[in-house]
């Protein structure tokens, strides 16, 4: 079998880390009616740097769609992501013009009520990696790193352009847990960003430690007896909430998505990609990115 190399972008993760950059730099872009475009001229460059590096023969964006309240996690435990705050106003426009920029490459936008962009990574990555495909992920966020295996590698943008990969080996070596070990780690130490509790006192270093210690969170608490009184105190005072912070921190991998191969295969008409630039006022440093 001809084994393929789908490049799956994480879509708001790329989009926000695009503003804030522009935003640092002082350089929130606009066409000359007033339109913000930084976002999205940030997102394209990134896409298009990685479709360069990568060189894959499809490529699909994956975006969170709907809010907050209408997530799956919500209806699990009512208080995730509830110190979210809304997006800047020079952001919100965005989101919706960056899609007009990725379908004119011809790439599928894809999205699902309920389910989050790293829930469209699990599916789409697991789908094409059972087909035998390569499976290249590009996100800012440490979550899909449970996604990574023999079939799925994953970039992992840092400040300045820069990112690291992870394989199976180099997350073994970086971080000293492997992929499907990163949720019982998250669900120990927690995650403040997304309001998952995890296990108040526990921190990354000590969540780390017990679960290469004892591989999952399941054995762990198999061996309560073997932990300090301390920690077998708060362990086992909070254990819902670790189950539960677990489930919060897994990404799922069966989200209803219809989507093809032949839809995701990464080839465009470079006109009419220079046309949207050109009505962006991308400039022509943007232009030459399609030849």
Not at 104 to 111: E, K, R
Not at 199 to 223: F, M, Q, S
């Amino acid at each position: 079998m001809h084994r393929d190399t789908f490049l799956l972008i994480d879509g708001m993760s790329l989009l926000f880390r695009a503003f804030y950059a522009s935003v640092w730099t002082g350089s929130l872009r606009r066409t000359s009616a007033g339109v913000y475009t930084n976002a999205v001229y940030g997102f394209t460059k990134f896409m298009l740097q990685y479709a360069n590096l990568v060189q894959p023969t499809h490529l699909v964006v994956a975006w969170d769609v709907g809010s907050r309240d209408t997530l799956l996690r919500s209806q699990w435990f009512s208080g995730y992501k509830a110190n979210r705050i809304d997006p800047p106003l020079e952001l919100i426009p965005q989101f919706d013009l960056v899609k007009e920029v990725t379908a004119a490459f011809d790439v599928p936008n894809v999205g699902c009520p309920g389910y989050e962009g790293d829930d469209i990574l699990g599916t789409l990555s697991d789908r094409f990696a059972r087909d035998g495909h390569q499976i290249v992920i590009v996100s800012g966020d440490y979550d899909t790193l449970q996604l990574v295996s023999e079939q799925v590698s994953v970039k992992i943008l840092k400040n300045g352009g820069k990112h690291e990969h992870y394989t199976p080996s180099s997350m073994l070596e970086k971080r000293g847990i492997h992929p499907q070990q990163v949720v019982d780690v998250k669900a120990l130490q927690g995650d403040p960003s997304d309001c998952i509790p995890g296990c108040p006192g526990i921190g990354e270093k000590t969540a780390v430690r017990l679960i290469r210690e004892y591989g999952t969170l399941e054995e762990l608490y198999r061996n309560l007896d073997t932990l300090t009184p301390h920690l077998r105190h708060k362990l086992t005072v909070h254990q819902e909430q670790v189950f539960t912070s677990r489930q919060l921190a897994t990404i799922l991998r069966d989200a209803p998505v219809e989507l093809t191969s032949e839809q995701a295969v990464w080839a465009y008409d470079s006109e009419r990609v220079r046309e949207i630039f050109t009505e962006l006022e991308f400039g022509q440093t943007a232009l030459s990115w399609v030849g």
